[in-house]
C-alpha cells in the first residue's frame, strides 16, 4: 500500500515535531533556478493523454515531494534544447546537470566517473570494427544505447532533438548542455526509485554478454544465489541501506560497487573500488590501486574475514598473471611482429582472420574468464573462458600465424612451443604429465603466477 502524498505531509510534519531534530525525515525538495510551474497544467493534461507515464511519475519520491514535471523538463529559452510546449519553456531531455540542481553530490560524483566518459569510443577498435560492418543505424542501436550518443541539435524540428540521436540513454552519453551522461541510464523513469537502482537487472542493459558477462557471472556466483533465493530479506525499500545493518543475506552489484558500508558512504563512481583494470587486452592496475582495493574490501568485510577475502583477492592476481603472461602478452607481441613486418595480406583493420582471432582471444573468452574470476563465477572462469581461451590459441590462433609465412613470428610461437615451461607440454608424454599433476611437479610451473610483482 502506498500513502497518499498529503498523509504523508502530515505524518513527517508529525514525526518533526515529535522527534524534534528529525533526522531521518526526507530533506524538502531545494528549489530549481527556473520559472514557475504553469499551475499544474502539466499534470492534468499528461494525465490523460499520457496517462501510464503520469502514474510512473504519481508513485514517485519526486511526486511525494512535490517535484513536478517542470521542475525537471521546465527549461530556459535560451538553453539549445529548449522548446515552446503548451505555452511554457521545456526540454525533453533532463541531464545530469538537470538532476543535478537538487542532486548535486551524486551528479558531480558520477561525471568524474568512468561511466559517464562511455561515450567517447569513436578512437576504439571496437567504433571502428561497428562502423566499417555496420555504419550508423548499427552504431547508433548497438554502441550507443549502452555507451551513449552524441545528442545532436535540430532547430528545424519542434522539439529539436535530432532523430538519430533520439532516443538515447545511454551512460556516458554527450549532452549539449555540456554535461555528460545520463542519470536514466540505472534510474528508470518516472519513478526513479532506490529499490530499482540497488538490484542487478538495473546493471544488466549493459554489463552482460560475450564480452563481459558480469550480470550472468553474478546470477551463477554464490551470491547471486544468495540474493535470489532470498530476495524478500533484502530490505530493498529502505532510505538507508548500509550492508551488515539494514540488510546481510547477499550483496548485488550496487552492494560491491556503490552502496554504503558502515564506514563508507554511497558513491556514484564505479570505478572507486576496483584496482584491476580486465577489460584491456593485457590486464594492469589502477592508479592508486591499493587504496581502491581497500574500499572494496570494506565491503566484503561485512561478511567475511580477512584470511577469505585476502584469499579470494590472491587468486584473482594469479589467475589475472596467468592470463597475461601465458596468452595475452605472447599473442599481442606476436601482432605487433606481423605488423611491424607487413606480414598481414590485406591492409585494413580487421581485413584478415587472424585479427579476429586474436580480437576474440582477449575481447570475448580472455575477458569472461577474468570477469569470472573476478565475481566467483567458475564457468566464466574456466568453461567459457580459459578453456576457450586455450583451445583458440592453440589451435586457430597459431595455425593462422603460421599460414602467414612470417619468419620472425612462427620463430617467436616456435621457441615458446618449445621452451616455454607452461607451454611445452605438447612435446611431452601424456603418461609422464599426469604423473607430474599428481606429484605437484606441474603445479609448481604456475606456482609463481600466485606472487605477480604488483609494485611493477
Ligand atoms: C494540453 C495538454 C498538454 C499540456 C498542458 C502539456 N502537455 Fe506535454 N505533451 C502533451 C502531448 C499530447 C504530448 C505528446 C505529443 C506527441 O505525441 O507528439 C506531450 C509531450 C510532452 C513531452 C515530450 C516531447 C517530446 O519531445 O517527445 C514532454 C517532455 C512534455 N510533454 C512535458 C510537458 C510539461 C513539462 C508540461 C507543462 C509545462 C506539459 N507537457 C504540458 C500534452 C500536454
Ligand atoms: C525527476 C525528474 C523528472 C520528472 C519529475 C518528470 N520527468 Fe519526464 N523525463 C525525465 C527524464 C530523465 C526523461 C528522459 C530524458 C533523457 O533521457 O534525458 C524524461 C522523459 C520524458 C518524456 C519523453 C520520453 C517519452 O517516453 O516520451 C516525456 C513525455 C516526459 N518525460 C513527460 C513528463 C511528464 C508529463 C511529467 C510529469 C507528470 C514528467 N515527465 C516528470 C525526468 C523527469
Ligand atoms: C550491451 C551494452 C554494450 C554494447 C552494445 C557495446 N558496449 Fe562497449 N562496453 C560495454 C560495457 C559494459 C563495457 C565495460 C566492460 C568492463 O568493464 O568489463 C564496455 C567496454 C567498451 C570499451 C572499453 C573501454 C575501456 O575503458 O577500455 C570500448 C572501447 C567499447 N566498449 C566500445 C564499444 C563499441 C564501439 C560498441 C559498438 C560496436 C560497443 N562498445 C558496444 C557495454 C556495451
Ligand atoms: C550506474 C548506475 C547509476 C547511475 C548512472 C546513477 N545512479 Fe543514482 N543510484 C544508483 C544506485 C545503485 C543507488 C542506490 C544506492 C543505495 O542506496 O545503496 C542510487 C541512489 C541515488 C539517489 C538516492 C540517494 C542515495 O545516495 O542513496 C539519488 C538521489 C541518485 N541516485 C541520483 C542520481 C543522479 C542525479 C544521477 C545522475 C547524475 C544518478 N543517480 C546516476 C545507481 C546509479
Ligand atoms: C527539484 C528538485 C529535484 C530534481 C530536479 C530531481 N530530484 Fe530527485 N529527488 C528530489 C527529492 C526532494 C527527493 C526525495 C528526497 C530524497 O530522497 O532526497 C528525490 C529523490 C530521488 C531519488 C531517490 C528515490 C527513492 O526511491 O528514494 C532518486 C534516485 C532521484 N531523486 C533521482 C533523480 C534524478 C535521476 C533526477 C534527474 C532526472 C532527479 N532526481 C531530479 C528532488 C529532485
Ligand atoms: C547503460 C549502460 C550501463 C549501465 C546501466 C551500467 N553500466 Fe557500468 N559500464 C558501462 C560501460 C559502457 C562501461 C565502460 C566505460 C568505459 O570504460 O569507457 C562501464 C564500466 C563499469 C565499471 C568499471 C568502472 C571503472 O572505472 O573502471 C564498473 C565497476 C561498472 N560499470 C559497474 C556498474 C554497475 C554496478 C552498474 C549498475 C548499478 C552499472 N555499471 C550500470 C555501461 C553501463
Ligand atoms: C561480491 C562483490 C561483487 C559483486 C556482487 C559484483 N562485483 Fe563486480 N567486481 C567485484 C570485484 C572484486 C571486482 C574486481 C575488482 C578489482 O579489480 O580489484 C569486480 C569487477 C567488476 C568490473 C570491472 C571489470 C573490468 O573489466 O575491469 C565490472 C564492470 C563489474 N565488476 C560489474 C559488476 C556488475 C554489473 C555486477 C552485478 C551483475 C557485479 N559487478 C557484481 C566485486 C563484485
Ligand atoms: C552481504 C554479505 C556478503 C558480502 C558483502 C560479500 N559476500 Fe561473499 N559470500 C556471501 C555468502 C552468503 C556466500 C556463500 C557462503 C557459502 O558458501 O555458503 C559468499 C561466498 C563467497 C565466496 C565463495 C564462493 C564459492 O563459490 O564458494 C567468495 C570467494 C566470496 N564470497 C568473496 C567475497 C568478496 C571478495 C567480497 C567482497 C568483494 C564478498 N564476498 C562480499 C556473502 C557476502
Not at 515529535?18 to 502539466?42: L, M, Q
Not at 553530490?105 to 568524474?112: G, I, L, N, W
Not at 524540428?157 to 556516458?172: E, R, T
Not at 552482460?208 to 550480470?215: I, S, T
Amino acid at each position: 500500500m502506498r500513502l497518499k502524498p498529503l498523509t504523508v505531509l502530515f505524518l513527517t510534519g508529525f514525526l518533526l515535531f515529535a522527534s524534534g531534530a528529525g533526522a531521518t525525515v526526507p530533506k524538502e525538495p531545494k528549489k530549481p533556478e527556473r520559472p514557475a510551474e504553469p499551475e499544474g497544467k502539466c499534470m492534468t493534461c499528461h494525465k490523460e493523454k499520457t496517462s501510464g507515464l503520469y502514474y510512473q511519475w504519481r508513485e514517485s519520491e519526486h511526486a511525494l515531494h512535490n517535484v513536478t514535471c517542470f521542475g525537471c523538463h521546465g527549461a530556459r529559452k535560451d538553453e539549445p534544447d529548449a522548446f515552446v510546449h503548451e505555452g511554457a519553456y521545456i526540454a525533453t531531455m533532463v541531464t545530469p546537470k538537470d538532476c543535478g540542481q537538487c542532486h548535486k553530490k551524486e551528479s558531480e560524483q558520477f561525471q568524474a566517473s568512468h561511466h559517464a566518459k562511455a561515450g567517447q569510443i569513436l578512437d576504439s577498435n571496437d567504433a571502428y570494427l561497428a562502423h566499417v560492418i555496420g555504419g550508423n543505424p548499427v552504431a547508433i542501436a548497438g554502441c550507443a544505447s549502452c555507451h551513449g550518443a552524441k545528442m545532436e541539435i535540430d532547430p528545424g524540428s519542434a522539439n529539436k532533438l535530432k532523430p538519430g540521436s533520439w532516443p538515447n540513454s545511454g551512460i556516458g552519453r554527450i549532452n549539449p548542455d555540456g554535461s555528460l551522461g545520463s542519470c536514466n541510464a540505472c534510474h528508470v523513469r518516472h519513478k526513479f526509485s532506490r529499490r530499482q537502482a540497488r538490484q542487478p537487472e538495473t546493471c544488466g542493459k549493459c554489463h552482460l554478454g560475450p564480452d563481459h558477462p558480469q550480470k550472468e557471472v553474478y546470477e551463477e556466483s554464490k551470491h547471486g544465489i544468495t540474493y535470489y533465493t532470498n530476495m524478500e530479506e533484502m530490505n530493498l525499500d529502505a532510505e538507508r541501506w548500509v550492508v551488515g545493518e539494514d540488510y546481510s543475506v547477499a550483496p548485488t552489484c550496487a552492494t560491491c560497487h556503490l552502496s554504503a558500508t558502515k564506514n563508507m558512504p554511497v558513491t556514484h563512481d564505479a570505478g572507486e573500488r576496483i584496482s584491476w583494470n580486465l577489460r584491456a587486452p593485457v590486464s594492469h592496475l589502477q592508479d592508486d590501486w591499493r587504496r581502491k582495493r581497500q574500499r572494496m574490501q570494506r565491503v566484503c568485510r561485512n561478511c567475511h574475514g580477512s584470511v577469505f577475502y585476502e584469499g579470494h583477492y590472491r587468486q584473482l592476481d594469479g589467475f589475472v598473471n596467468l592470463y597475461n603472461e601465458k596468452f595475452a602478452k605472447p599473442a599481442t607481441r606476436v601482432m605487433e611482429i606481423l605488423r611491424e613486418n607487413g606480414s598481414l595480406e590485406n591492409e585494413a583493420n580487421f581485413s584478415n582472420e587472424i585479427e579476429w582471432i586474436y580480437w576474440e582471444l582477449w575481447h570475448h573468452e580472455g575477458r569472461r574468464a577474468r570477469h569470472g574470476a573476478a565475481m566467483m563465477g567458475p564457468d566464466y572462469a574456466w568453461w567459457h573462458g580459459v578453456y576457450e581461451l586455450g583451445k583458440h590459441f592453440y589451435f586457430k590462433f597459431i595455425p593462422a600465424v603460421r599460414e602467414t609465412g612470417d619468419e620472425e613470428a612462427i620463430g617467436f610461437l616456435d621457441d615458446l612451443l618449445a621452451n616455454d615451461p607452461m607451454h611445452n607440454w605438447m612435446n611431452r608424454n601424456t603418461d609422464e604429465l599426469k604423473r607430474g599433476i599428481k606429484s605437484g611437479e606441474l603445479q609448481e610451473l604456475y606456482e609463481h603466477m600466485f606472487t605477480p610483482n604488483l609494485n611493477e
